[in-house]
Structures are given as structure tokens and as C-alpha cells.
């Protein structure tokens, strides 16, 4: 059981990933909670954010069975590079702190899996960085997934209507689209 | 400031917006009215039969006198409002208009009779004044009841419109008779025979009285031969199905001579096999759950999807809010009903309620009415452990955990591995964080993990409840695959007690549900547990839904199995359930020989969860022995306490007077006394 369910340390993650993580050095904020400590497992190579107790339990399921515990918050590839799932959105987005916002015209399209694009770009923090990791939101404040800069926020303004201001990396569509792969 | 209502004062309302764009009744009526009797009188309405017959009273009567002269002539009556009602006040025997207008103020009727014979397109305007007629009659005779100039009231027995009658006609052309259609028509007969003046009519209604009387035949065995050849014609046997049903119901009287009821029936079940497309086997089953006009509605809901219902996500959204929003996307719906505060109706949408923005937030869930109801029942407590043996794909899962608000710890299993990637999904989508998903058999259940406070058993099952959703449960279903479920449904509702720990302080309880009608599969299963288990059961807490059965056929189920509830298709709307609550009150295991009593005692509580609990046999021995203050006892355990404490006193007597020896009681009196002298 014991060499399965690592502790993943802080340090680790933040390896490549946490600059480019939309929340930056915001993760102690995730470990340490109100209601009880929770910690970050890693199963099957996929990275798990459970609470104490719960992991507790989930150390007499027998390793071969156990499909999956809290909230997946992504996984290592064959490469060991980490990449973040949409799952993690709801715990991430709270913490986000350079968000972008999409018009409602070009929601349904970043819920295909697409770019966004400068005419549908609603609203974006100031001074994002270019290929900054940022939440995309709706109009509406509800997130919709994951994305990167692609512009700054002063390159954004001058580019032309049809240019890439976010890459897309993850979106709830996700979860009607590619539910196998979820896990 | 404002018009203030005067309910007394009604507003006079001219037609309506849409008069003018219909062309108006008379003009369908006359492609198939029958022609009339007399071509120059045109058929005329209730209404234009009542002021036709106070026309001809009027006109026998002495003409009226005394009109006032001079009273200027003005043209075209037909828009104009009758100024005053009189009627009333009149002195009987008298027409409607009493003041100096008569002159000008021609009856509408003729107008209008002459406004049809010249062109049709003036029905609109005739309606007009229908219309205002017949407000000026309400007003006229509104306090009194509306007397019909022949002298039956209208109010009685309704009276046909010509296109009614129609209808009917239409109706016995066709031939075909039902039930129903046989009874309207005999109502229909009997009001049609009050009204004069109708008579033409009452020839074609005792032609379909003679229709119905006809004898119901079983068919002779060269029609049947002549049928299987042949196509089925599904009209005919439709028909059948329904003559047959009526000659059941009333068997002594309706029956032919020489023929068995099972005759009857056998053919019934054939027709039905073959109209609805179910096997034999799955039709005597459902003859033996259902009365046969229930069947038949059962039967017809099968064939109709339910209605499509979501459920709120209240750890994301409250279901105002959600039903706000997806208003705003175009859905029509309404909230599921009083029993239920997070559940939505959609009746229509113009978007694919699966993929909204909403959906893919996870505001919602899409789920079946009936798997809202093992979960009520369950009432999950925060804080609890609770498990789900077969919780693919996670609809009942995740309201388990909303119900807890993402506190305490669900155990969520599945033995298909595919389907748990669905629950996986879902779970992740609708924010639940407290559960843990695993992918056992759920039979290894007490030795995987135990010492739940509640469990909720999905179990598998042949799925005759769900036929409208899935129509291959008709054919594919027969004895071997229903006893297996059974079987595999017993063996897992052990487990599933097995797991639960009875002493825990807010549950102990187990829901056991299926998505089947069958006996076997849910009555028979309930009674076995109760037999093989410390368990009893206790209300569903659910207030609607039939009862279970306490007896089927031969078999006599537990008197308790009335608190356990069925819901069908075609009563409740939503799909066919079997919803039973069990009450765990020791965690013995009684042994399988009756003459032994049931070990009461409830165990000492058990130690932190994580610790796999021991198969509960082996821990009878260790609980006979320590037992914890204020729990009830077995008598043989009392017994050996009692011999034990027997067998110690000497000792403790012994040891402020070694001298002393006895086990007795009063030796050690005398002893002490003894000592005292001493």
C-alpha cells in the first residue's frame, strides 16, 4: 500500500508546474484547512487531494480496487511531466489569481475544446504576464476550465480580432466529452 | 387614484382578438353535416331554438300594442347592443323589447339567418353577435337556472352539437366497440332521448346499441391456424384483447358455453404477447402481480418513455436558481412535485438538457424520479460512514453526499469497472469530495471494510420496472435469469447487513431497492433477510407508493413487509421501484437452528474504523465476556455470570479471616461475629 499512496510534497509540485499553475504559492492554503488537514496522494499516477480522515479509510480498500479517492487534481504522464485536470477547477478557481473572461458567444466554443480568441474575450486581470496559467471564466463568474495566456494583458489590446489570446488546457466539457479518460 | 373593481358591474366584452381569424364553425360542420330535412330552414343552435320557440309564442299571442310613434328609424341593428333587458319585468307572455324601438329593432335572428343564406363569410359576424346574445341571455337570466323552452333544463344532460352527433355516427361506422366507447354511448343515448326534436338522430344510436351487444367469440382453432399464416393485423387483435378483458370481467354472465376460463385467458395472454411484444413468460408474471384492467395500463405505460427529471445540485446551486437560469436557455419545466425539494420536471427544451453550461457545471444531475426515493428513505446523516454497494452510475451517490454536505465518508462501489469510470465523472463534476470509489464484488463486503452506519443496496435486477426504457427486457427475460438475480440479491443484502454495525448512534440502517416488480426479486428477498438476520424493518418514510405484498400466490411473507413500498409506471409516473428499510438492532448473527434464541445483546462498540472487522462469529465468544454496563444480557450469559461471581466470593469472603473457609453466607456473619466477641 505504502509505496503506491506517496506523499507528494509541495516542493515537488511546484517544480515546472506551479509557476505556470494559476495559483502560484497559494497551496499551503489548500493543505491547511478550517476542517481538518488534507493532503495530496498519488495513486496509479494520478495525484488525489483527500482529507485525513478519508484517506484513512481508503487504506483497507485493497490497492487493486481502489479506482479513485476525493478529488483528482491530475496526473503525471509517461514523462513525469504533471498536468492539471479540469477536476481541480473548483479548488483552484477560488484561488486563481489571473482570470480571464469569455463572452457569451464564444463560451459554448471553449467548451468544445477551442482557443479563445480576441473577439471573444471579455475581461482579463491586469498585468497578466504572457503564458501565464489563468482560469477562464463565463460572464457569469462561473469557471469553465483552464487556459494559458497566449498575449499579456498589453499585447491583448492591440492584437487583431481573429489572434489567439488563451490556449486552451482544460474545460468542463471535458466531462461529458472524454468521460472515460477521466480516470 | 386608480379604476376601483366593481365585481357587480361586469364589463361588456366584444369578440375576442382571434373571432375574426377563424372562419368560423358552419363552415366545417357543412362538409359533413348531413343535409337538411327542410332545405329552406337552416339548422339552428340551442340558443336559436330557444328564441325561435319564443317567437312562435309571442306570434300566437295578441300582437303589441302601443308602441310609441315617433320613434326615429335607424338602420343596421346588427351591431348595435340591445339597450335594455327586460325580460325580467316583463308582464309574461310579452317579447323582449317593450319600449317604442320595435319598429327598427328587428330580432337579431332573422338577420342572421339571412346574413347565412347570402354569404358564409359573414359567420364571423354572426358569431359577433352570438357572442353578445348569448352575453345578453347570461345577463338576462343569469340569476335564474337557463330553462330550456321545451322544459328541460340545460344544465341536465348535455346536449349534442351537431358535431358531436356527427362524431358519434362516425364512431359506429367504424365498428369498432370498446368498453369505454360502449358506455359514453349509452350515456350519450339516454341524453340524446331526453331532447326533442332530435329524433332522426335516436335511429342511428339504437343501431349501435345492437353493435354492442354482440357476443364476444373465442376464435375457432381454423381462424387461428388462418392467423398465424397471415401478417398480424394489430387492430384486430387489439380489438380482441378488449372484448376478451370485457368477458372476464364478467364472467358468470358474458362467457360461452363449453369454454374454460383458462381458454380465456390463454388467449389473452397470446394476443397480449403479440401486441405488446412480450414474452409468455414475463405476460403470467404480470397476470399473477396485476388485476387484469391494471395490466393493461401497465402494460401502455410501458410503451411511453417517462418523463425526463433532473436533480439540483445543492452543494453548487439551489434549485430556484437552476430553474432560473435554464428557463433562460429556453427549457420548459416545473418542480417535481411536493415530496421532493430538489427535483425538476422537463417537459421540453430547446437545448440538450446533457450538455448545457450548467450540466458541465455541475448544477444538476440527470436522474429518474424513482432514484430520488431509496435516498430519502436512506437519510444519510452528516458525519456518517455510509456505503453504496452498487453505485454505477453515481446519481444516488452523489445525492448521498449533497444530502450530507461533502462531510462524513461514502464508500461507493461498483463490481463493473467500466461503469465506474461514469460515477468517477460524475462525481468529480458535481463537486463531491468525501467519497471514495472502489471496485469489489459486492458480496467480499463485511471483509473489505465493515462498520458502516447505513448502507444503500442498488441491487442488480431484471429490470421490469424499466421496460420503457429498455424494451429488450420484454423478450430476453425468463425464469433461470430471475432466480439468478434473486440469488445474487440475497447474497448481497447479507453483506450489505453484515456491514452495517447496529450500534452505532444515529444509524444502523440498511435500504434495500430494486428497479424490478417481480415478487421474487423483492418481497422474497426482504422476507429471507429478516429470516437470516437480526434485522426488522421499519417505514420508508416515503408517504406515497403502494404497500408490498405479505402474500403472493402460496407464499406468506412477514406481516411487516406492508411498511415496504412499490411504485408503477402507470399510478406514480416514474419508473417501477421496490423500496424496503431495514432496522439493525444486534450484531449476532443467528445461527441457522430455530430452537436457538437469537443472541440480543448489542455489541460494545467497536474500535476506530480503520481496523478490518472480524467475521462476527468469532466475536460472539469475546462478547459473551465483557460486558459493558447498562446492555441488555442473554440469560445464559447471566447464568455464567452468576456462577463465576458465586465461585469468587468465597475468595474475597476468605480473606479478612483466613480461618474462614465456607462459601456459605451466614458462616461469615458468625465469623465476623466470631471476631467481634473476639
Request: with cysteine; net charge positive; glycine share 8%.
Amino acid at each position: 500500500m505504502a509505496p503506491s499512496l506517496r506523499a507528494c510534497s509541495s516542493a515537488g509540485r511546484s517544480g515546472s508546474s506551479s509557476e505556470k499553475m494559476a495559483i502560484g504559492e497559494n497551496i499551503q492554503l489548500l493543505v491547511d484547512r478550517p476542517d481538518g488537514t488534507y493532503c495530496f496522494r498519488l495513486h496509479r499516477d494520478r495525484v488525489y487531494y483527500v482529507s485525513e480522515k478519508l484517506l484513512k479509510v481508503a487504506t483497507s480498500v485493497p490497492r487493486d480496487s481502489l479506482v479513485a479517492l476525493g478529488t483528482c487534481f491530475g496526473k503525471f504522464t509517461k514523462t513525469q511531466k504533471f498536468r492539471l485536470s479540469v477536476t481541480a477547477l473548483d479548488f483552484l478557481a477560488p484561488y486563481a489569481k489571473y482570470k480571464v473572461w469569455v463572452k457569451p458567444g464564444s463560451e459554448q466554443s471553449f467548451l468544445y475544446g477551442n482557443h479563445v480568441l480576441k473577439s471573444g474575450l471579455g475581461r482579463i486581470t491586469e498585468n497578466t504576464a504572457q503564458y501565464q496559467g489563468v482560469v477562464v471564466y463565463s460572464m457569469a463568474d462561473v469557471p469553465l476550465g483552464f487556459g494559458v495566456a497566449a498575449k499579456s494583458t498589453q499585447d491583448c489590446r492591440k492584437v487583431d480580432p481573429m489572434a489567439i489570446v488563451v490556449f486552451h488546457q482544460a474545460d468542463v466539457g471535458e466531462y461529458v466529452r472524454s468521460e472515460d479518460t477521466l480516470t | 387614484m386608480g379604476r376601483k373593481l366593481d365585481p357587480a358591474r361586469k364589463e361588456k366584452r366584444g369578440p375576442g382578438r382571434k373571432a375574426r381569424k377563424q372562419r368560423g364553425a358552419e363552415v366545417e360542420l357543412a362538409r359533413f353535416l348531413p343535409p337538411e330535412a327542410e332545405p329552406g330552414r337552416r339548422k339552428l343552435s340551442s340558443h336559436g331554438r330557444r328564441r325561435a320557440a319564443k317567437r312562435r309564442r309571442v306570434a300566437g299571442e295578441e300582437p303589441r300594442g302601443g308602441r310609441q310613434p315617433g320613434v326615429k328609424e335607424q338602420v343596421s341593428p346588427l351591431k348595435k347592443i340591445l339597450p335594455q333587458k327586460v325580460v325580467a319585468q316583463l308582464p309574461r307572455g310579452q317579447s323582449g323589447f317593450s319600449d317604442g324601438n320595435s319598429k327598427w329593432l328587428t330580432p337579431v335572428k332573422a338577420k342572421k339567418i339571412q346574413s347565412e343564406d347570402n354569404n358564409v363569410e359573414l359567420s364571423s359576424d354572426g358569431e359577433e353577435e352570438e357572442s353578445i346574445w348569448e352575453m345578453e341571455e347570461e345577463e338576462d337570466g343569469s340569476s335564474e337556472e337557463m330553462v330550456d323552452d321545451y322544459g328541460a333544463s340545460s344544465s341536465e344532460e348535455e346536449e349534442l352539437l351537431p358535431i358531436e352527433k356527427a362524431a358519434l355516427k362516425q364512431k359506429s361506422d367504424r365498428g369498432g366497440l370498446s368498453e369505454d366507447d360502449s358506455e359514453e354511448e349509452e350515456v350519450a343515448e339516454e341524453a340524446s332521448r331526453q331532447k326533442k326534436g332530435q329524433k332522426e338522430e335516436e335511429s342511428v344510436d339504437l343501431q349501435l346499441n345492437l353493435d354492442v351487444d354482440e357476443q364476444f367469440r373465442l376464435p375457432t382453432d381454423e381462424q387461428i391456424e388462418k392467423e398465424t399464416a397471415e401478417p398480424l393485423d394489430l387492430h384486430i387483435i387489439h380489438q380482441r384483447i378488449k372484448g376478451n378483458m370485457e368477458v372476464l370481467q364478467n364472467f358468470g354472465v358474458k362467457r360461452e358455453e363449453g369454454r374454460t376460463r383458462q381458454e380465456y385467458l390463454a388467449l389473452l395472454r397470446r394476443d397480449m404477447a403479440a401486441y405488446y411484444s412480450y414474452s409468455d413468460f414475463l405476460l403470467k408474471k404480470l397476470m399473477d402481480i396485476f388485476p387484469l384492467p391494471e395490466l393493461i395500463n401497465f402494460l401502455e405505460a410501458n410503451e411511453v418513455p417517462r418523463p425526463v427529471t433532473i436533480r439540483t445540485n445543492t452543494l453548487k446551486t439551489r434549485r430556484r436558481d437552476l430553474a432560473q437560469a435554464l428557463i433562460n436557455r429556453g427549457v420548459n419545466l416545473d418542480p417535481l412535485g411536493k415530496w421532493s425539494k430538489t427535483g425538476l420536471v422537463i417537459y421540453d427544451s430547446s437545448v440538450p438538457i446533457g450538455a448545457t453550461p450548467e450540466y458541465l457545471a455541475g448544477h444538476y444531475m440527470l436522474q429518474g424520479a424513482s432514484s430520488l426515493l431509496p435516498v430519502m428513505a436512506l437519510a444519510p446523516q452528516e458525519n456518517e460512514r455510509i456505503l453504496d454497494m452498487c453505485c454505477a452510475p453515481g446519481g444516488k451517490t452523489s445525492y448521498i453526499a449533497q444530502l450530507m454536505k461533502n462531510t462524513g465518508m461514502i464508500l461507493a462501489n461498483d463490481s463493473n469497472a467500466e461503469r465506474l469510470r461514469s460515477v468517477v465523472g460524475n462525481l468529480h463534476r458535481l463537486g463531491v469530495t468525501n467519497a471514495v470509489v472502489s471496485n469489489c464484488d459486492g458480496r467480499q463486503f463485511p471483509k473489505v471494510l465493515g462498520g458502516f452506519d447505513r448502507v444503500l443496496l442498488d441491487a442488480p435486477c431484471s429490470g421490469t420496472g424499466v421496460i420503457s426504457k429498455d424494451p429488450a427486457v420484454k423478450t430476453s427475460k425468463d425464469e433461470k435469469d430471475i432466480l439468478r438475480c434473486a440469488h445474487l440479491q440475497k447474497e448481497l443484502i447479507l453483506s450489505a447487513i453484515d456491514s452495517v454495525n447496529a450500534a452505532s448512534e444515529t444509524g444502523g440502517y440498511i435500504v434495500y431497492c430494486t428497479c424490478s416488480i417481480t415478487v421474487e426479486e423483492n418481497e422474497w428477498v426482504v422476507d429471507y433477510a429478516l429470516k437470516k438476520r437480526n434485522v426488522r424493518l421499519v417505514a420508508t418514510g416515503l408517504n406515497f407508493g403502494k404497500e408490498g405484498f405479505t402474500r403472493f400466490k402460496d407464499r406468506r411473507f412477514h406481516p411487516s413487509l406492508k411498511s415496504t413500498r412499490r411504485f408503477y409506471p402507470h399510478t406514480h409516473n416514474m419508473d417501477g421501484f421496490f423500496i424496503a428499510k431495514f432496522k439493525k438492532f444486534s450484531n449476532a448473527i443467528p445461527k441457522a437452528q430455530k430452537d436457538e434464541e437469537p443472541a440480543v445483546e448489542a455489541a460494545s462498540p467497536l474500535p476506530v474504523p480503520d481496523t478490518i472487522v472480524e467475521p462476527q462469529s468469532k466475536k460472539k465468544k469475546l462478547e459473551g465476556s465483557k460486558v459493558a454496563k447498562g446492555q441488555k444480557k442473554p440469560q445464559s450469559a447471566l447464568k455464567k455470570r452468576r456462577s463465576l461471581q458465586a465461585q469468587h466470593r468465597p475468595v474475597k469472603a476468605g480473606r479478612p479471616s483466613p480461618r474462614m473457609l465456607c462459601a456459605r453466607v451466614p458462616t461469615r456473619k458468625k465469623s465476623r461475629m466470631n471476631q467481634n466477641e473476639q
